[in-house]
């Protein structure tokens, strides 16, 4: 098996580590090979606070998705998230310099400075610069400009920063674990290459990926991402709340959410009530299941408002007519989706990868978005800072990224 055979894509989540292998077949189709996964000590709210701990868990979640795979990996590509992830939208512009009036290569890095220029600071490292479009003489909606002729360029462009410690902890903690970083990309950009069709990332959507620890935001509009952002609450909050609220142990109130949670109540199920053991472990008491529908559906309401919030101050909120995809692993919560319309007044559905190969039925799970994301990642277009990097790399990098974007096209 070639090195350049096997793309691995590698999430540090708040409540578990997930490491997918996939392998590059004869045919240009991506096989995953092997999933692993590992609870995630040392990571909260996406951020890790014991590099120790963190290491550990990475490594059992690699041994786990090797052991699946039979092969050993040296590299990934990981994603970030946490609430220290900023973006925000800016533009370059410049006066086309030389002889003849042709756009180089040159040319479109400078318009890319010249759009950073003021953006990054000295605690802030740069994860991405998404080009939205290039505009040449006035003409908009330009996707490269290479070659084109024109005097004046200008740019438009996402930019996602994060904060440059956390940043350092991470990579830290995967090289700590022995593996190399391909590149490091923000959750939610690698969750809507699972997700979103380019359909809805035309029409306007937004992503929610609703974590443990976490909802992260994406907002995409003709095709580019707009406007991201993190929110530090996820399905950890549901849980402290019933812990509270059932005075019941964290790991109960997890199992009772799991098992029983849900944001409405279901009128035909036969069994009306709970059984709750005690903080304590030892007493039992039983409560009913309307009773829990009233802990957890104000909480997710209150998420969603935090996230109109966000899509309020986006200025996108009219540009959205694909509506809301909700995924992560809370999003398994019954009702979940009619909560989001509720509360954003927005056309809603569940989101979760959508691999057809013989492990689909583990891989297909909206808690394993990012990392499946990830894969799908590989054939990013519209990063500049990845398609610059692609073509530094050696051709054989350069082909095999060729090669999976038509595995792309088969398999969306
Ligand atoms: N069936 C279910 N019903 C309700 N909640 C669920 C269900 N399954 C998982 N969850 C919740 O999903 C959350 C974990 O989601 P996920 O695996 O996406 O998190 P993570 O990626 O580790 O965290 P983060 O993205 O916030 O860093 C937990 O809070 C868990 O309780
Ligand atoms: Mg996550």
């Known amino acids: 098996m070639g090195k350049d055979e096997i793309i691995v894509g590698l999430d540090v989540g708040t409540v578990k580590v997930c490491t997918v292998i996939g392998e590059l077949g004869e045919d240009d189709q991506i096989e995953i090979i092997g999933i692993g996964t590992a609870p995630s000590l040392g990571v909260k709210k996406g951020v890790i606070i014991d590099l120790d701990q963190a290491i550990q868990s990475v490594k059992q979640s690699i041994e786990n998705s090797e052991r699946m795979a039979g092969a050993r990996i040296n590299s990934a590509l990981i994603s970030i998230t946490g609430s220290h992830i900023a973006s925000t939208n800016s533009k370059g512009v410049i006066a086309i310099s030389g002889e003849s009036p042709e756009i180089t290569e040159r040319d479109i890095e400078k318009v890319i400075e010249a759009a950073k220029a003021g953006i990054v600071s000295p605690e802030k490292e740069l994860i991405h610069t998404l080009s939205r479009e290039f505009i040449v003489d006035g003409q908009s909606g330009i996707v490269d400009p290479l070659g084109m002729s024109g005097t004046r360029l200008e740019c438009k462009v996402h930019i996602i920063t994060g904060s440059i410690t956390i940043v350092q902890n991470l990579i830290r903690c995967i090289e700590g674990a022995g593996i190399d970083i391909e590149e490091i990309i923000f959750g939610t950009l690698a969750s809507s290459n699972a997700i979103l069709s380019n359909a809805e990332k035309e029409l306007g959507s937004m992503l929610v990926d609703i974590g443990a620890g976490t909802t992260e935001i994406a907002i995409f509009i003709e095709g580019g991402?707009?406007?991201?952002?993190?929110?530090?609450?996820?399905?950890?909050?549901?849980?402290?709340?019933?812990?509270?609220?059932?005075?019941?142990?964290?790991?109960?109130?997890?199992?009772?959410?799991?098992?029983?949670?849900?944001?409405?109540?279901?009128?035909?199920?036969?069994?009306?009530?709970?059984?709750?053991?005690?903080?304590?472990?030892?007493?039992?008491?039983?409560?009913?299941?309307?009773?829990?529908?009233?802990?957890?559906?104000?909480?997710?309401?209150?998420?969603?408002?935090?996230?109109?919030?966000?899509?309020?101050?986006?200025?996108?909120?009219?540009?959205?007519?694909?509506?809301?995809?909700?995924?992560?692993?809370?999003?398994?919560?019954?009702?979940?989706?009619?909560?989001?319309?509720?509360?954003?007044?927005?056309?809603?559905?569940?989101?979760?990868?959508?691999?057809?190969?013989?492990?689909?039925?583990?891989?297909?799970?909206?808690?394993?978005?990012?990392?499946?994301?990830?894969?799908?990642?590989?054939?990013?277009?519209?990063?500049?800072?990845?398609?610059?990097?692609?073509?530094?790399?050696?051709?054989?990098?350069?082909?095999?990224?060729?090669?999976?974007?038509?595995?792309?096209?088969?398999?969306?």
């Not at 039992?284 to 829990?292: E, G, I, M, Q």
């Not at 009219?318 to 009619?338: A, H």
């Open 225 to 412: 991402l707009a406007y991201s952002a993190v929110l530090p609450v996820g399905g950890n909050q549901i849980t402290n709340d019933l812990a509270i609220g059932l005075r019941t142990s964290i790991d109960e109130a997890e199992k009772i959410k799991i098992n029983y949670g849900s944001t409405v109540e279901n009128i035909v199920s036969p069994e009306r009530v709970v059984e709750i053991s005690s903080i304590n472990g030892k007493d039992k008491h039983t409560v009913s299941k309307k009773y829990l529908v009233e802990i957890i559906e104000p909480r997710v309401s209150e998420i969603f408002s935090l996230v109109r919030v966000e899509l309020k101050k986006s200025g996108y909120y009219d540009m959205i007519p694909g509506g809301v995809v909700i995924t992560g692993g809370s999003s398994l919560l019954p009702g979940i989706s009619e909560i989001a319309e509720q509360v954003l007044n927005l056309p809603s559905r569940l989101g979760g990868p959508h691999y057809e190969g013989e492990l689909a039925d583990m891989v297909n799970d909206p808690s394993y978005s990012a990392a499946i994301g990830l894969l799908s990642y590989a054939t990013e277009k519209y990063s500049i800072g990845r398609s610059y990097k692609i073509s530094k790399r050696k051709t054989g990098l350069r082909n095999f990224f060729g090669r999976i974007i038509s595995w792309l096209k088969d398999f969306f």
